[in-house]
Every structure is written in structure tokens, then in C-alpha cells.
């Protein structure tokens, strides 16, 4: 290897371009093969990049050079031969020179294009094709960047030098040339798609916190490029058809894209962004649907005439992105989604199946209801297909939330008196025979039943809830028919394709799925709740008692379901399903309504559910893990206090059952005395039937299970399979029905002075304060992606100028650099005095752990100092080998001076993320989290106890100022409790980690009066109990570890540690002081008196000898009524 690389040094070594070329095509393959190749590219900078070279080496050599990393150093030379070649004659020899500009590190690129942009300028009027084709490419990826726009900020006359290269490049969209005129296409388009899909934090790479002036900068940029397009639609129309065909797809979102923009009227909205005055248009609503439909009818020929895929799709795609504008046809979105339909079948564009589907799904609003219901079938055989998880998510959530809305449209059409369409119920999405036998098979291979189900029970409790009001910007898409109308007012009817739901996906309940639950649990709870809002324990309604006739056949078609599912215990296959389908039905069960002639047939429905739990009560040979005895045993004891309250033949039969269990071995005492409460219940219910509803409990439509197991079972396959699968239901319904907008469509919605402008964040010293170089960075995080931005900037405290400067940065953590190499190096030249310079790093984070930024400043005092002044002597000025000496001599570098700075850490709060969750799922989820750490800490706050409580009612609660910069970390605060007589609180949170665990925390707080003072001095000690479980072990250890550094991230360091030793000594020492007093009150006692006037006291007092209880239980009750008076005092004046 050695031997190959020396003969590639000497071929670039020699003035040959042939085999300079031929050189560095060996070192490509080298670089290709994964070796190490920085020594050729070392050679390759300083002899063809920095010296004369033909077009081709100079072009492999910027390949090269690309494949690997280099110094400093060498981006100077390379920076240096730019400038040279950007001057050079031959065309081809600059445009390789402008091709390496994308390259070109950001903390390089913006001195050279203030030292080279005439000459950039003057490109664009070269007569070579291929050096205007290279500056159209390369700039069209340059000019997006973060730093170029954060450069434009400061500096006007480069704002307007690049929007000017911006119009230069959109009319090369127009040149003569098809390379650079699609070229040019390619850059405008992704322009608008950065602007359309990316957040406007992210358009460049490791900036990642937008001020008003780049958002203003980029929004100029893509109206006058809307513009531009706009007016020149048609030429533009027919300078693409001129194009060769496999050109021509660069050619239509541009186009699309500006139409869009224009009709829909959302150019002014970023007109306005742009800080520009905004005009009346000038475009009339006639002219912009005339516009649409003319880009309409100049894509559409090519899905029916093309052949290939590529073409079709991003035909299909486009236009279906111009179906949903105000005046868009129906037949535009129909023929685009035959058409992509169409690749499916053909098995064509195969790389873009997950694409094919979700382009399919998210337009399926924009076609007629007799389309919608004919691909069904077809999408569901698509989903199933699918291997992302994400994407059949997504497209499952489609499908189930258009078929509810389809089936609402329809049955209020049939009610309006309108002809049936045929397929619009609920059972359409089972016709498929796969689908169909999945359903009602017992075990499968196969989760998609169980996706499907899941998906559909959830899609109809999102239907149940009111969606939010949204205040659209002008993009929003044109909703046809049946969404419309099921996200609408027509959402009231909800229960209507509920029930059909539950009704088709009755046999789940049979299923045998390993162990998992999630499936079932979301149906009993959506049939749970149907079951409470029909009221089924009262019987089908009357027409007398103001029952409509809908609702009539509305509970006829569940009493009918309850009879079936009472059938279907006797053949559940899931051990835990068997009680909580016990408990659905029993609970809602008309037991008024059955026939008492069928009293002893093993098939009447009481019967069956006195037998099963009879089986539940007296089983004991089920395993731990798949089955929760202490929880079934307790369901079936509610279940026949319930049914045994209700009816006068349950009660009998179920009281038989108890004493029967109350007497077996297989009861402990905590269910024996149980039982015989209900039996109690039960008795006087039988007693007292004139009281129907005596002892029994209104049903509340809640469904008080979880497919969440035990700590112990956490690690279970099938627990593990029930909390995936849930996580993605519950992303792509939130996804789908309710959206977070992204950062562009918020500040489109609201305005340029929207709240989202972040503000950066405080910086931090970093160097000592005697150093010579003063350093403050700050960071930013982007969870998205999974990474930190470190900014910093370097200021020359000296009063000379310092000539090289190196930043070293050195990671420890879970930090990595993008390019996995172990540190980074920034190398600053000529800062002058006081003038600051900024450099930034962005890495990687790869797991939950502490990290940190470890700085170095490496000071060069004696650089540029030249070595030939050493050599002055013995030569004279005229000698031809001196002057070829002190030519080929480099100015001295010299030894550096390291300045290590102050490690910046990245605390564990920064890679935390607010995970919203319901209080009832949170303490659900609580016991199961596996992995625990628990800890003590203290703060003082000032103000009495009973002051700090009080206040809690009208504002901010002095005894919680220790905790109050809990509200800026990132926690979703779940509940809170505060106990107001003793000062005391209970709060919880819940976070994710950027790598996906979840993370819970408690907080339990007490005060302490102050030692040593009277009763109703100040309290001023909170002592707060922290308790953190977390869903891996490796969270729980890493908080553990630093514990005090912990508390410091959550309280910013108001909060300090007690270890637990301390905890007990202090409440050691408490109850030692406390038995001290009590020993004191008692030795205090009063002297004795003589029998005569102890009878005159008695004979004269009219007061009770209290016990120490009830002086207790008095002092408590001045204590609450002296509060409750300062509180009603405080109120008046707060009114007042």
C-alpha cells in the first residue's frame, strides 16, 4: 500500500495531466475502498488544487478532496486556489473552481464570497454552457444556508448581491441550454420545498434558532421567486416541453408550486413575512383558477401518455397537490390517484411504495364518496403490505378516519331522502377476504387485525371530541364531502358508526394474541362507553317516553351485541380478558329483561354470567403471568355485588356463590371479609325491592383496566408489543386529527412578531479571566434530530493582532461529531483587538447521559514570524540559491500557548422532551415503570405557614418558590395537589428522553416549623421528597449517579441534598426534642391543693375534662376556622 501511494504522489508530483488524472482515480477507489487516504489529499491540494492543472484534475481533485477531512491549513490553500481559478481563462477550469464552493466549511465560505462575487456575478453571463450549468448548481445549494442568510443579516450589500444571483438563477430557468435551464428548475424547486417541508430553523444544517431578519430574508427570496414564476408561467410551460423527457420532472413543482401559492392566496401572507409592503394582486379570482387549470391541463397528458414511473408519480403527486386549491375539480385528484394506483399494480416504482401509499391516503378527502368507498378494499390489502411501521400507522389512521366520516355522510344523505351509495357502512373495511378471516380466525401469525382494530376504536373517540378551533393561514387544503362533514357538526352523531364498529369487530374478543391486550382493551373500552351513553341497564326506550326512532334501533342492535358477547365468554381464549369482559357486560347488562321462564337453561345470559364468575372466583391454577388473579377476583366480587343488587334471582344465585367462596380455602382473609359486606349489600337490596336502584352505583362509562402490567412483568414480549403498538396509534392519530403546525405555518397564521421567534439563549464564560482570548458559547438543540449546536465567540482582549488562533473542542457523553472523527478544530485568523469572531460545532447525541464541550484556545504569539531573517548573514541578496531558498520558506507557526477553558456541560433536563398523558394513564403507567431512584432535598422560602397556604387560592404560593423553575424545563406537569393545612404538595410530571424512555417524577413536599421558636412563627423549611421511575434501568443510574447535580438541573440550584443518613438523623433528633417537651410538660405540674377547694372548684367550673384527643382534634378545628377567616377577609379585599 505504501508502494501505490508513493506512486500516486509522484504522478501528481509531475506536470503530465494524464497522469495526474489517472492518479487521482486511484486514490478515489482507495478512498472508495474505506482507507485513509488525507496524505494524497494533502498532495492533491498543494499540487493540483493550489497550482496549474487541467479542468479534470482539477475537478478530481475537488472530489478528493470532498471524501476526506481536511486541516486548517490545507481549506487555506484550498480557499487560496479558488481565487486564483475563479480568475483563470478556460471556462472548465473555473467551473470546477465554483463546483467546490458547496463544500467549502461555513466558517470559510463567507470571506470568499465577499472577495470573489464579481466574479461570481460574471459567470452568469459566460458563453460557456458548463460554467453557467456549475454556477446555477453550485449556488442554488449555497445560497439557503444558515450562515449565508445570517451573513446577509449584517451586511445589506450582500443581501442584495444574492437576491440578485436568486433572479439570475430563475432566468436561467429560460436558457438555452436544457442542462442549465434544468438546473436552474432543480434550484428554484428546492427553494420552495425547503421553505414548504422543512421547519425554518433547519434550512442549511446547524443553526437552529431563526430570527425575525432570516425569516424575513428567506420569505423576500420565495415571493419574488412566486413572482417570477407566476407571470412567466406560460413561457415557462413550454420551455419545459422542450426539455428532453427525463428532464422534465425537475420542471413541475416549481411551476406547481407558485400557481398553489397565488391561488390560494397565500403570497401575500409571505409577502408580509418578508416585511414587504403587500399590494392588492393584480390576479383576480377568474385569472388564478385560469392559471391552475392551465398547469392542470399541461401535466395531465403526461400520467396517461409517459412510460416512466418516476414521471408519472411526480405528475400524479403535483396534481394532486393543485386538486385541493379554492375551484379545484374532484376529476383532477381521481385521475392522479388512478394513475399512482396504477404503478401498485404494475409493481413499478417499487422504491417508493411507502410513498405511493401515503401520497394515496392523505388525498383521500379530495375524491367523490363512490371513490372513496371503491379503494377500501384496495388500500387495506396496500397497508397490510407495508413494512415502515410509521407509515401503515398513518395510512391505517387515513383509512379508519375517512370510512368514519364517509358513514355519517351517508347515513344523514339517506336521512335527508337522498339514494343510498352502496359500501359506506363500517363493514366495508372487512370485505376483504385476508382481512375477514384475520378477524375471526382465534390465532395469527399476523398484527394487522390488531392494528386495524386498535385504529379504528381510537379513530371513533377522536370523533367523539370536539376538534380545535384552527385559525388557517391560506394554505389549507380544500376538504370535500364526507370530511366535512364528519369532522364537523356531524361528529354529534358519533355513536352511530361507533356502534357498527363494535359491532364488526365483535369475534376480537375470542382472539388469542400471545398475551397482548391492547386491541381488546381499546374495544371493551369504546364498547363500555356505548353502553353508558344508551343507557342498556334501562331496556330499549319507548316512543312514548320521547325515543326517537333511530335511537330505538340504536339500542335494539346493542341489547342484540350484549347478548352475543354474553355467548362469546364461554369461548374468550385470553385469560385477563375474561373478567373485564365479564365486568363490560354485567355492569350495563337489562337484567329486567330477561325471560324468567328460561331460569334454569345453562344458555339465559344470567346464567352464564353467574357460572363465569363462579369459574374466575375458584380458578387457581393460572400462572402469574398471563393472568392477574388479585385484580379478577376482585372484578368478580364487584360484578355480583352489582348484578346480585339489581335483581331479586341474581341476588339469590350470587349469594349462594359468595358464601360458597367465603367458605373455600381459596379465599384470604382481605375477600372473606368482603364477602361478607356484599352479602350484607345484597340483602338489603333483596329486602327493599320497592327501591329499584337500592346499593347500586350509577354506571360512569369508564373502563377502569389497562393493558399496562406489573413491574415485575414490564419485560414481557407482550406487555413490550402493547406499549409499542401503542405509542405509534396514538403518534399517528395525534398526527392526524390533531396536528401541532409547524414553525412556518404558525408564523404564517399569526405573524412575523409570533411568540416563535426564539430568543438565543444566555451565553456562558468559558475562559479565565486573565487569558488573552475571552470565550462565551451558548447552545441550541434541535430533538428532532438528535443533536446540539455549540456557538461560541472568540474576542482578542490584547492590543495587537493576533494572527492564527485554533479552537479545539473534544466531546465526553453521549456526544459524537457527524463525520466520527474525535475532535473538532477551528482555525481563526487575524482577530483584531476587541472585535468578536464566531464559530460553531454541531454534534450528535447518542444516549441518555451527562455531556459536556471540552474547550482548548491554542494562542499562536509568533506566527508569521519568517525563518530567512535567521539566515541573514554570509549570503548576499543577489545569490540565485538564497532567493530560491527563501522562497520555498513558509512563515513559522511557533510553539502555541494552551488556554483550556471551563468544560460546558449539557445538563440531563436538555435531553428531556414533555410527553402529554392524562393523569388516570399516568398513574397507570406509574407502577410499571421498572427502574426507580429516590431522593431528599430542602430550600427555605420566607412567610408563616398558614400565610404561604392561603396564598396558594390567589396566586403564586410562596412555600413552592424553591421549585419554581420547574415551569421552564421540560416537563409536562401532569397533576398537582397541595395540602393546605399543613403546607405541604404533591406534583407529577412526565418527560421522554430524545432516544424514546419515559421517564416519570413525583415530588412530595412538606414544610417544618423553625426549632427553637413559639408556635406560630415563621415556617420557613420545605423538605421535598423526589421519586423518579423511568422505563430503562440505564436512565434511573444515570440520574442516580450525581443526585444533587439532578436537582441543581430541575431548580437551577435552590434545591439542596440531604443524603439519607441525614434524613434520619434529623428525624431522629425531631422526635428526641419532641419526647423532650412532652417529659417537661409532664414534670411541670401544678401543686397540689386541699380536697375542701378541689370540691368547691368542681362544684363552681362548668367545663368537661377534655382528653388529649380531643384537645387535638379542637386546637384543629380553630386552626381551619381561623384560616377560612382570613381567606373570606382576603377575598372582600381583593374584590373590594
Known amino acids: 500500500m505504501d508502494i501505490l501511494f508513493s506512486q500516486i504522489q509522484a504522478d501528481l508530483h509531475s506536470n503530465d495531466s494524464l497522469r495526474q488524472s489517472s492518479a487521482l482515480l486511484q486514490a478515489l477507489q482507495q478512498s472508495a475502498a474505506g482507507r485513509d487516504i488525507s ?115 449584517n451586511n445589506m450589500k450582500l443581501l442584495d448581491r444574492v437576491s440578485n444571483w436568486w433572479n439570475r438563477i430563475a432566468q436561467n430557468m429560460l436558457d438555452k441550454s436544457d442542462n442549465v435551464s434544468k438546473v436552474a428548475f432543480e434550484s428554484i424547486g428546492k427553494l420552495f420545498q425547503e421553505f414548504e417541508t422543512k421547519r425554518m430553523s433547519r434550512l442549511a444544517g446547524d443553526k437552529l434558532v431563526d430570527t425575525e431578519n432570516s425569516v424575513a430574508i428567506r420569505s423576500k427570496w420565495v415571493a419574488s421567486m412566486v413572482d417570477f414564476v407566476w ?154 403490505n407495508l413494512r415502515a411501521e410509521s407509515d401503515r400507522m398513518h395510512a391505517l389512521a387515513c383509512i379508519c378516519r375517512t370510512a368514519l366520516c364517509v358513514d355519517l355522510f351517508a347515513k344523514e344523505s339517506i336521512r335527508r331522502g337522498q339514494k343510498p351509495v352502496a359500501g359506506t357502512d363500517i363493514v366495508s373495511l372487512f370485505e376483504d377476504a385476508a382481512v375477514k378471516a384475520d378477524l375471526n380466525s382465534v390465532t395469527t401469525k399476523n398484527l394487522f387485525r390488531e392494528e386495524l382494530v386498535a385504529m379504528l376504536v381510537e379513530s371513533c373517540f377522536q370523533l367523539s371530541i370536539p376538534l380545535p378551533e384552527q385559525r388557517n393561514s391560506g394554505m389549507e387544503s380544500r376538504v370535500i364531502g364526507a370530511l366535512a362533514y364528519g369532522t364537523g357538526y356531524g361528529a354529534l352523531n358519533w355513536t352511530e358508526p361507533a356502534l357498527e364498529v363494535v359491532e364488526v369487530c365483535r369475534p376480537c374478543v375470542r382472539w388469542d394474541c400471545d398475551g397482548r ?72 347488562i337489562n337484567l329486567d329483561g330477561l325471560d324468567p321462564l328460561l331460569a334454569d337453561d345453562p344458555n339465559d345470559p344470567l346464567n352464564i354470567i353467574v357460572s363465569n364468575i363462579h369459574k374466575i372466583l375458584h380458578n387457581t391454577d393460572s400462572s402469574p403471568s398471563t393472568m392477574n388473579r388479585l385484580q379478577d377476583v376482585q372484578v368478580a366480587l364487584l360484578c355480583a355485588q352489582r348484578v346480585g343488587s339489581r335483581h331479586p334471582r341474581a341476588g339469590q344465585l350470587l349469594t349462594q356463590e359468595l358464601e360458597e367462596f367465603r367458605s373455600s380455602p381459596s379465599s384470604d382473609s382481605v375477600t372473606k371479609h368482603q364477602c361478607r359486606l356484599e352479602l350484607q349489600r345484597i340483602k338489603y337490596a333483596l329486602s327493599h325491592s320497592g327501591d329499584r336502584w337500592s346499593g347500586v352505583g350509577e354506571t360512569s362509562g369508564d373502563y377502569p383496566f389497562t393493558h399496562h402490567k406489573l413491574t415485575v412483568q414490564f419485560y414481557e414480549a407482550s406487555a413490550a408489543q402493547d406499549r409499542k403498538l401503542e405509542g405509534l396509534i396514538h403518534k399517528a392519530i395525534l398526527e392526524l386529527w390533531r396536528p401541532d403546525p409547524n414553525d412556518l405555518t404558525r408564523l404564517l397564521a399569526k405573524d412575523i412578531h409570533s411568540s416563535l421567534i426564539k430568543i438565543p439563549p444566555r451565553a456562558f464564560t468559558l475562559s479565565a479571566s486573565s487569558d488573552p482570548c475571552y470565550v462565551e458559547g451558548y447552545h441550541l438543540t434541535d430533538p428532532s434530530d438528535g443533536r446540539i449546536s455549540l456557538h461560541l465567540k472568540v474576542l482578542n482582549l490584547t492590543e495587537i493582532e493576533i494572527n492564527r488562533v485554533d479552537i479545539r473542542i ?69 545569490d540565485p540559491e538564497m532567493v530560491r531558498y527563501r522562497r520555498s520558506l513558509r512563515p513559522a507557526i511557533g510553539e502555541p500557548v494552551i488556554l483550556r477553558c471551563q468544560p460546558y456541560k449539557i445538563s440531563l433536563t436538555e435531553l428531556l422532551l414533555p410527553h402529554k398523558i392524562s393523569p388516570v394513564e399516568f398513574f397507570r403507567l406509574w407502577p410499571s415503570l421498572p427502574a426507580i431512584v429516590e431522593c431528599t432535598g430542602t430550600y427555605t422560602y420566607e412567610g408563616s405557614g398558614f400565610k404561604a397556604t392561603a396564598a396558594q ?118 422526635l428526641k426534642m419532641s ?39 379542637r386546637a384543629l378545628q380553630s386552626a381551619v376556622l381561623q384560616e377560612w377567616h382570613h381567606l373570606c377577609k382576603d377575598r372582600k379585599t381583593n374584590v373590594n
Request: net charge negative.
Open 39 to 153: 496524505v494524497i489529499a494533502k498532495f492533491a491540494v498543494e499540487e493540483i488544487v493550489a497550482s496549474p492543472a487541467s479542468a479534470i484534475s482539477k475537478k478530481l481533485a475537488f472530489d478528493l478532496i470532498r471524501n476526506t477531512r481536511l486541516t486548517a491549513d490545507l481549506w487555506e490553500t484550498v480557499c487560496t486556489g479558488i481565487r486564483n481559478d475563479i480568475d483563470f481563462p478556460d471556462p472548465d477550469v473555473t467551473a470546477a473552481a465554483i463546483s467546490i464552493l458547496a463544500a467549502i466549511p461555513s466558517y470559510r465560505l463567507s470571506k470568499l464570497i465577499h472577495d470573489c462575487n464579481k466574479q461570481i456575478s460574471a459567470c452568469f453571463n459566460s458563453a460557456s454552457d458548463n460554467l453557467r450549468f456549475s454556477i446555477t448548481e453550485t449556488l442554488g445549494c449555497v445560497l439557503a444556508r444558515d450562515d449565508l442568510v445570517t451573513l446577509c443579516e
Open 517 to 588: 391486550t391492547y386491541a381488546i382493551d381499546c374495544y371493551l373500552k369504546l364498547l363500555v362507553r356505548l353502553c353508558h351513553i344508551y343507557d342498556t341497564r334501562g331496556g330499549v326506550k319507548r316512543v312514548k317516553d320521547g325515543a326517537s326512532q333511530d335511537q330505538i334501533l340504536n339500542e335494539t342492535r346493542l341489547q342484540n351485541l350484549q347478548r352475543e358477547l354474553i355467548k362469546d365468554l364461554l369461548e374468550v381464549n385470553t385469560p385477563r380478558i375474561s373478567a373485564r369482559l365479564l365486568w363490560a357486560i354485567a355492569e350495563h
Open 810 to 878: 473534544g466531546l465526553s457523553g453521549g456526544l459524537y461529531f457527524m463525520d466520527r472523527s474525535p475532535q473538532a478544530v477551528r482555525q481563526l485568523n487575524y482577530l483584531n483587538s476587541q472585535e468578536p469572531v464566531h464559530c460553531s460545532v454541531t454534534v450528535g447525541v447518542s444516549h441518555f447521559e451527562r455531556c459536556a464541550f471540552w474547550v482548548e484556545v491554542l494562542y499562536y504569539p509568533f506566527q508569521g514570524r519568517d525563518a530567512a531573517t535567521e539566515y541573514g548573514g554570509g549570503y548576499t541578496e543577489e
Open 953 to 1070: 387560592q390567589y396566586g403564586e404560593s410562596p412555600f413552592l418558590s424553591g421549585l419554581k423553575s420547574l415551569l421552564s424545563k421540560p416537563f409536562h406537569k401532569v397533576c398537582s395537589h397541595i395540602i393546605r393545612t399543613v403546607a405541604g404538595f404533591q406534583m407529577c410530571y412526565a418527560a421522554k428522553t430524545w432516544i424514546g424512555g419515559f421517564v416519570g417524577m413525583m415530588i412530595f413536599g412538606s414544610s417544618e416549623v423553625s426549632r427553637n421558636v413559639d408556635l406560630g412563627d415563621e415556617t420557613t423549611t420545605m423538605v421535598c421528597k423526589f421519586v423518579v421511575r423511568a422505563s430503562d434501568a440505564n436512565i434511573a443510574k444515570e440520574i442516580g449517579s450525581d443526585v444533587q447535580g439532578w436537582m441543581d438541573d430541575l431548580t437551577d440550584g435552590s434545591i439542596e441534598y440531604m443524603p439519607e443518613e441525614e434524613v434520619k438523623e434529623a428525624a431522629a433528633e425531631r
Open 231 to 384: 407571470k412567466r408561467r406560460s413561457t415557462l410551460m413550454r420551455r419545459s416541453l422542450l426539455l428532453p423527457i427525463e428532464s422534465f420532472r425537475a420542471t413541475i413543482y416549481p411551476l406547481v408550486y407558485a400557481v398553489k401559492a397565488v391561488a390560494s392566496g397565500s403570497i401575500e401572507v409571505i409577502k408580509k413575512l418578508s416585511s414587504r409592503n403587500v399590494m392588492a394582486s393584480d390576479s383576480g379570482k377568474v385569472e388564478r383558477f385560469v392559471g391552475v387549470s392551465d398547469v392542470v391541463s399541461h401535466l395531465a397528458p403526461f400520467l396517461e401518455s409517459s412510460l416512466d414511473p418516476a414521471l408519472i408519480f411526480e405528475v400524479g403527486i403535483n396534481m394532486l397537490y393543485l386538486a385541493d386549491v379554492p375551484g379545484g375539480k374532484p376529476e383532477w385528484a381521481s385521475a392522479s390517484i388512478i394513475a399512482i394506483l396504477t404503478l401498485w399494480d404494475r409493481q413499478e416504482y417499487s422504491s417508493g411504495r411507502e410513498t405511493i401509499v401515503r401520497a394515496v391516503v392523505n388525498n383521500l378527502h379530495l375524491l367523490d364518496l363512490s371513490m372513496q368507498v371503491s379503494l377500501f378494499k384496495k388500500l387495506l390489502h396496500m397497508v397490510r
Open 1075 to 1113: 419526647m423532650e417537651h412532652i417529659a417537661l410538660l409532664k414534670a411541670a405540674r401544678p401543686r397540689r391543693r386541699s380536697p375542701e377547694k378541689q370540691d368547691e372548684d368542681k362544684k363552681s367550673t362548668t367545663l368537661f375534662n377534655l382528653t388529649a384527643e380531643e384537645v387535638e382534634h
